[in-house]
């Protein structure tokens, strides 16, 4: 265990949670537990509920055993085994491989951190991620990434199937005798990414002005010929990793400025996958987007309290987060090749309503492979 290394590298963190410590252990933990790094061998120490299950399944090069290093860590800080926390061990540790110097991820807890500090450890707060590894997909990390979208897409084909079978009652949209909602086609669409072996977490079903807060997840009963914007993250439980796809639905009859709406932002976004390319900035995708609503005198702009036009970046990372690096936004650096962006423009104007189209690619060197696959007929009679 003993090595030359001048630095140990530290993580504490449920793999539940946490994409570092999950990237790094490929095990799922439910609850917080110590793993660290040192001479390029890595250690995680787990209680005994965790411990069979995680030396057989787990990355790390050595699995320990948490009962036994306490009482070794309070052996050697001579301190009583009561007072071994996470912190006593990170130091002991240390001690043991003759290092002073630890890093730790940006999330790492401020009471540990402290208490390094107090205990004269020299603690620096390295890269985020703490695995810069993490922004560049294999092959592997692909699949699961279309496993991932592939979950987005039931769940938004089951949003578009019901929306189609639904009825217009007055202004309002009845499935099975009852009122849509949001609350209830989201749940639908939820059921639909479980049995793809995912969970959805936050769905976003947001028609007519709520569509307008991209954010927004949408509430209360949908309503015909409004713009629907339906916004699917589900994880897969499996291997940790996300999809993330949106498509905007209308039941009815959309106006000419929904149409002109909706087809400004399906051709930015077209606009901005043909930039896609290693080592074009992502600055210049995200331009590509603006360009073609500048052209057709979309404005962004402010209005009151809030925002409308084209309000956010044109996207951002996906793996085992949600949003992770790079962006896609005005001062984004260069693309990599193996990164996994979405490409997502979208524009929100009250009085017509809001529409964002969403995809996943993965870059490459002659431009960008497709990770998602869903159709985008909008227009549901």
């Known amino acids: 265990m003993k090595s030359k290394s001048s630095v140990i590298r530290i993580l504490y963190a449920a793999s539940e949670q946490s994409a570092d410590i999950f990237y790094l252990t490929k095990v799922f933990v439910p609850d917080p537990f110590l793993c660290f790094i040192v001479g390029g061998r890595s250690t995680a120490v787990v209680n005994r509920l965790e411990y069979s299950r995680v030396r057989a399944q787990s990355n790390c090069d050595q699995v320990l055993l948490l009962e036994t290093v306490q009482g070794q860590a309070a052996k050697a800080l001579r301190i009583e085994l009561s007072a071994v926390g996470p912190a006593e061990m990170m130091c002991y540790f240390a001690k043991l491989n003759k290092v002073r110097e630890l890093e730790v991820p940006e999330d790492f807890p401020s009471v540990y951190f402290a208490k390094l500090l107090a205990a004269g450890m020299q603690v620096r707060v390295g890269a985020d991620p703490f695995f810069p590894a993490r ?12 496993q991932g979208n592939a979950a987005s897409a039931a769940g938004i ?165 949600v949003h992770e690096a790079p962006r896609v936004s005005p001062n984004a650096g260069r693309l990599r090749q193996g990164q996994v962006i979405t490409i997502e423009p979208g524009l929100y104007y009250p009085e017509v309503g809001g529409c964002r189209i969403e995809d996943v690619v993965r870059v490459t060197k002659e431009g960008s492979e497709m990770l998602s696959s869903m159709h985008y007929k909008w227009e549901l009679r």
């Open 135 to 146: 922004e560049l997909k294999s092959d592997a990390e692909a699949k699961a990434l279309r």
């Open 157 to 321: 084909r089951t949003a578009e199937r019901v929306l189609r079978a639904s009825k217009i009652v007055g202004k309002c949209l009845k499935y099975e005798g009852r009122t849509l909602t949001s609350e209830w086609l989201r749940m639908m669409i939820d059921q639909a990414c479980l049995t793809k072996g995912a969970v959805a977490q936050n769905t976003i079903v947001a028609g007519g002005k709520q569509g307008c807060d991209p954010h927004e997840g949408g509430h209360g009963p949908l309503k015909s010929n409004e713009l629907i914007i339906v916004d699917v993250f589900p994880r897969v439980q499996k291997t940790g990793y996300h999809g993330d796809m949106t498509r905007t639905f209308l039941k009815g009859r959309a106006n000419d400025a929904q149409r002109a709406l909706v087809g400004a932002v399906r051709d930015a976004q077209l606009a901005a996958l043909a930039k896609v390319k290693a080592g074009v900035s992502g600055a210049t995708v995200h331009a590509a987007a603006v360009q073609i609503f500048d052209d057709r005198v979309f404005l962004t702009e402010r209005r009151g309290e809030g925002f409308v036009g084209f309000i956010h970046s044109t996207g951002h990372g996906l793996g085992l987060e």
